[in-house]
């Protein structure tokens, strides 16, 4: 608890140390992270800017300073940064100077020099102690041994090389020339002048063209300046006796003789080193200064050679200016435009420094800006967004068992983008069209718990994607996801995600499956309820858009579908598949082509209805014949009762098709009454002919024990009678045997028992046995039981556990089930 107070005590400090910045000021700043966590997270998203980070507690000195961190951005270290720039600016002038024009430093500059060299080394010592931003992932390091080895790495020996005491150094060696050459370590100083002036540029408070040209400026004169030094060197290294064989010493300006130039004031000497470096470097040669000797013949060329190269880069630095065509002048256009944005509208700070930071981030990457290839033919950008995106798309769970087509065409559709720690990608509870998926970098999912506080769900690392729950599922995000490091990220729009969906069916179908199988964050029943019923969704629209192709008759729609991974044997609400509406439509073409893809041929809707019996229904005999030589079947649930309401309405076309493609005419109803009962009760002469060519018996009884011929003869039609009378006669003499066997012997009937209760629990089931049903009930009891190795003290159940004492009561294919006699 003392250390959580401390910590916000810190957190106080830091906003009252940074409230008086200005506002206005463009400066990439520590980017706190600003998540409040639960304990469950390893990442403390909160960070202030404090002036150092250590446990102010009672514990020891030493353990104090071991968590010593200094950051980067706090005033007193802005302002010792400020302290050092002007030394690094003084030891940079200084330096060539010492070399040339000195042997030993006078003592005045000796203490000045002293002094700077101090505040080197207590820069040195800082330096170790400094937090610095990862260039990987973004982050602020606080760690004291990233940071010390960091330093170690890069500038540390020759910041330290540069701080030792050359000076004495050489008077102490005999004052031998070679050891004045390591002053030029110094220069490695020059380093924290070009970091002011590239930070300078960027501030749009300064004008570019300002600081551009104070910058170019500096470089000439600079580089000027350490050019005279090194002219005057090279005069002063010969002897004496032979500085006439010098520029400087052979140079006579009017009637003053440079001869014996030792001699003369520093200042003066200085100014016709750097008049005769300016004239050199600019090639004017107005020929009052030149080279004498060989060294400085030499050291001319070189110098001119240079002056090309710095020409060259002055000029084109100048062009740049006033073409206004340079990256950092777009990039200032830019982020003045945001400031002014941002301060009209009076955004809060917090979002400020994100745009900000995001903006600079785009700047600085040196990853290469998709843009620049959008001039590139789509077949070689295709190429390239496999070559860089295929190995992380591959891999994520949610396209997992997906073809290459289909996750070739998402790669082609995909846009990088790169975030900073601490911003927020995606709220929780908004609608959201886009999808991303997780290249490098660590991102947090946080929802609230149930006493309303944030709580991590789980951590998005590489492979990961995020946004594909609400964009499937047409519901709201689930999670806020957050940047936890420096995140490089692939998005792909809503809009392109559905249409490549709407083509790969197949893939489509994996998507789902991978998302309900995938996702552990599931919190309770409702998401994974939610997915499971969009999933459902999607299955039933994909099956009306195969329907309606098969509908319409359009048969390259229905190929490509199926194609693509749709399934045939898919119904609609209806329990319609493609198979019914092509044969009701009459499409022979599709009806073929459903056949050769292995539908279900004998599917039936939720009316009992088969493909052959709408093929009939509708009068196309061509589809019909070609269903029923594929081994389609007329035999319908309730077939019977379908047959007799087929006789009472009298249409003998539509009876003549059901009879010629399989239809049994000898089917009974739930009172036994057969179709040729119907048409003799009826009185329809040419419905029975026809049921009496196609094989129906006249012996057939109904519940009553009435036949056919007994129903016309109650219906008093003699002709019908006649027609009865004769058909009798003539199945009398097919087969000479009793009348009452006669409907066994042409249409026997058969049912399948079962060794179970119907109302038996499912894993109590068992196989049955199918029998020809007999002439008695106690035979039927006896075979059953016999063959499944039951007692024969047994009886009969319906389906609706209703005890049949009769067969005559048994309907053709029923279910039957045979249990013990119970008292």
């Keep these: 608890m003392k250390e959580k107070n401390r910590e916000k005590e810190r957190e106080e400090e830091g906003e009252l140390e940074t409230s008086s910045l200005d506002e206005r000021e463009y400066e990439i700043q520590d980017l706190r992270e600003r998540l409040k966590s639960s304990g469950v997270s390893r990442f403390n998203l909160i960070e202030k800017e404090l002036s150092w980070r250590r446990k102010f507690s009672r514990e020891s000195l030493l353990a104090g300073f071991k968590d010593f961190v200094i950051l980067p951005h706090h005033w007193w270290y802005r302002a010792w940064s400020s302290f050092i720039l002007l030394w690094a600016v003084y030891s940079s002038l200084i330096t060539p100077m010492e070399f040339g024009f000195f042997r030993g430093l006078p003592e005045h500059l000796f203490l000045l020099d002293f002094i700077g060299q101090i505040a080197f080394l207590v820069d040195i010592v800082l330096q170790f102690f400094v937090a610095y931003r990862d260039s990987q992932t973004y982050r602020m390091v606080y760690k004291r041994a990233p940071i010390a080895l960091r330093y170690l790495k890069s500038s540390f020996v020759f910041d330290l090389l540069g701080c030792m005491p050359w000076d004495i150094i050489y008077k102490a060696s005999g004052k031998k020339e070679e050891v004045r050459y390591l002053l030029w370590i110094r220069l490695y100083r020059v380093r924290k002048l070009h970091d002011f002036l590239y930070k300078l540029e960027k501030d749009i408070r300064i004008n570019y063209i300002i600081t551009r040209i104070m910058k170019l400026i500096v470089v000439e004169l600079y580089c000027t300046h350490t050019a005279a030094c090194i002219f005057y060197y090279l005069a002063t290294t010969l002897p004496e006796s032979q500085e006439g064989y010098t520029w400087i010493g052979s140079l006579k300006m009017g009637d003053f003789s440079y001869s014996h130039f030792r001699d003369i004031d520093l200042g003066k000497r200085y100014m016709t080193s750097l008049y005769f470096a300016i004239v050199t470097m600019t090639t004017v040669g107005y020929g009052d200064i030149h080279a004498v000797n060989m060294r400085e013949m030499l050291f001319v060329m ?24 340079s990256k950092t002048e777009k990039f200032r256009d830019k982020m003045t435009d945001l400031m002014k944005y941002m301060n009209r509208n009076r955004l809060g700070r917090d979002i400020c420094e994100q745009i900000k930071g995001h903006f600079r981030l785009q700047y600085e990457s040196s990853y290469t800006n998709a843009a620049a290839i959008q001039e590139i033919p789509i077949s070689i950008r295709s190429k390239i967004s496999q070559t860089l995106y295929l190995p992380y798309i591959e891999k994520v769970p949610l396209f997992r068992g997906c073809s290459s087509e289909f996750i070739s065409q998402i790669i082609i559709r995909l846009h990088e983008e790169f975030f900073l720690p601490g911003e927020v990608i995606m709220e929780q509870g908004n609608v959201v069209d886009q999808l991303y998926f997780v290249c490098h970098g660590v991102l947090e999912e946080v929802g609230t718990a149930e006493d309303g506080s944030e709580e991590t769900v789980s951590f998005l690392r590489r492979n990961s ?52 199988e995938g996702k552990e964050s599931f919190r309770g029943k409702q998401l994974e309820s939610d997915i499971t019923f969009h999933i459902g969704k999607q299955e039933a629209e994909l099956a009306l858009k195969v329907n309606s192709a098969a509908f319409h008759g359009d048969l390259y729609q229905l190929k490509g579908l199926i194609r693509a991974g749709a399934d045939p044997n898919k ?38 209805n088969t493909s052959l019996l709408e093929a ?38 539509y009876l003549k098709r059901l009879l010629s493609n399989g239809m049994d005419p000898n089917l009974k109803d739930y009172d036994y009454r057969s179709p040729l009962h119907i048409a003799a009760a009826e009185g329809l002469y040419f419905m029975a002919k026809l049921l009496l060519e196609a094989g129906a018996s006249v012996f057939a009884k109904d519940r009553w024990g009435n036949t056919p011929l007994d129903e016309a003869r109650m219906s008093g039609n003699k002709n019908l009678i006649k027609l009865l009378e004769d058909a009798k006669s ?92 119970t008292p």
């Design 465 to 516: 994607s995020f946004g594909e729950i609400s964009i499937l599922c047409n519901i709201p995000q689930p999670y806020t996801v957050r940047v936890c490091e420096l995140c490089r990220l692939v998005r792909l729009d809503k809009q392109s995600f559905t249409n490549v969906l709407d083509i790969y069916f197949y893939d489509g179908r994996k998507v789902l499956n991978n998302l309900l």
């Design 730 to 821: 003539a199945q009398l003499s097919e087969f000479p045997c009793r009348s009452e066997e006669f409907t066994d012997k042409m249409h026997p009937k058969k049912c399948t028992v079962f060794p179970f209760h119907p109302w038996d629990p499912k894993e109590h089931r068992r196989h049955g046995i199918v029998l020809w049903i007999p002439h008695t009930i106690e035979e039927l009891i006896k075979t059953a039981a016999e063959k499944m190795e039951l007692s024969t003290d047994s009886c009969i159940l319906s389906e609706d556990a209703g005890k049949i004492t009769d067969v005559d009561m048994i309907k053709d294919g029923q279910k039957l089930y045979l249990v013990p006699e």
């Design 302 to 325: 070189i110098y001119v050679s240079f002056d090309m190269i710095l020409g060259a880069y002055l000029i084109g630095n100048m062009t740049a200016l006033i073409v206004k065509g």
């Design 571 to 608: 119904t609609d609400y209806d329990g319609r598949s493609p198979l019914h509406l092509a044969a009701s439509r009459g499409y022979e073409d599709i009806t073929l082509f459903l056949i050769q893809e292995g539908v279900d041929i004998n599917l039936r809707d939720n009316f009992g």
């Design 616 to 653: 009939v229904k509708n009068g196309h005999d061509r589809v019909a014949s070609l269903l029923v030589r594929e081994g389609a079947s007329m035999k319908l649930e309730n077939a019977s009762s379908f047959l007799c309401t087929a006789v009472a309405r009298g249409d003998s076309d």
